[in-house]
């Protein structure tokens, strides 16, 4: 039998949402500090205890207040034991690869669908104290402050960002082209390791533009709540409306959109 509609409100969830994700951060932290175990899933996708740790720390701290809930976390998978309209989407230690080198570029990623739809969300950088979050129809904020997109207007003055799937050594569809591509239009390109980051840093005006392809949800459902709220455009390559479970992704400051679809379009040579 279906639960009856649970009436909470957004400040509550992103409370304990935040609670959430600080306290996964700084147990990221002190595993950096103190060490850590990594397994690897192939040559180059690995997974540490420390995702781990974090992760069910992320589902604890929610669940305790919204036992109810349903969770779709990168470890773990699908955890549903009711049929609640809420899904919290987790990424416990976006940038896993950074943060196994030592190089202090990763968050912690939680977003919250409700009834199928993104309301939520939330990512922290623990390395620099940046807190991003996101209330539909509420405006994105960083450490309390409102972020909005930049106003840059064309490719040519842009700075984008993008990353790489772990299969990049097995699939065609690697984004190499797309990368070369831009090179030639951009005023710069990066890549930075955490496609959650990548998106608040859209929104924050830090970056123009972010494309990616091979994504899964919880990349994407924090970030673009974030971006969608400070004024950003989400869309697939195409230029449908960004879905999180497709595996293409382009968010930008909203100008220069549609000069970035034409070039992730454009033939091969």
């Given amino acids: 039998m279906p639960i009856p509609h649970e009436p909470i409100s957004h400040d ?3 409370e304990i949402a935040v609670a959430a994700g600080q306290e ?3 147990l990221l932290v002190q595993y950096a500090e103190a ?13 540490t205890d420390a995702d781990r740790a974090a992760e069910q720390c992320v589902i604890e701290r929610i669940r305790a207040h919204f036992p109810t809930h349903r969770f779709l976390a990168e470890e773990q998978g699908r955890l549903e034991k009711t049929q609640s309209p809420y899904l919290w989407i987790i990424d416990p230690l976006d940038g896993t690869t950074n943060f196994a080198h030592g190089y202090p570029t990763y968050c912690v990623s939680i977003g919250l669908e409700y009834e199928g739809h993104c309301v939520l969300g939330l990512v922290f950088d623990p390395t620099r104290n940046d807190l991003f979050t996101a209330i539909e129809h509420r405006g994105a904020r960083l450490n309390g402050r409102p972020i909005h997109v930049s106003n ?14 772990y299969d990049i050594r097995e699939t065609p569809r690697n984004n190499l082209d797309h990368f070369s591509n831009f090179a030639l239009k951009a005023q710069g390109l990066r890549r930075t390791g955490s496609a959650a980051l990548d998106l608040c840093y859209v929104a924050a005006g830090r970056f123009d533009g972010f494309w990616e ?4 949800p919880w990349d994407m459902a924090a970030g673009s709540v974030i971006v969608r709220e400070a004024g950003g ?3 697939d390559f195409s230029g449908k409306d960004l879905s999180i479970y497709g595996q293409e992704l382009v968010a930008s400051n ?9 070039v992730l379009n454009q033939e091969t040579p």
Avoid: C, W
Wanted: glycine share 8%.
């Fill in 24 to 26: 996964a951060g700084a």
């Fill in 213 to 216: 392809v091979r994504l899964n």
């Fill in 35 to 47: 060490g850590f175990h990594i397994e690897y899933k192939n040559p180059i996708n690995l997974v």
């Fill in 233 to 235: 455009r989400l869309t």
């Fill in 152 to 165: 840059t207007m064309v490719l040519d003055s842009s700075l984008l960002v993008t990353g790489f799937a």
């Fill in 254 to 262: 909203g100008q220069i959109h549609d000069a970035m679809l034409a």
């Fill in 12 to 14: 509550a969830l992103l």
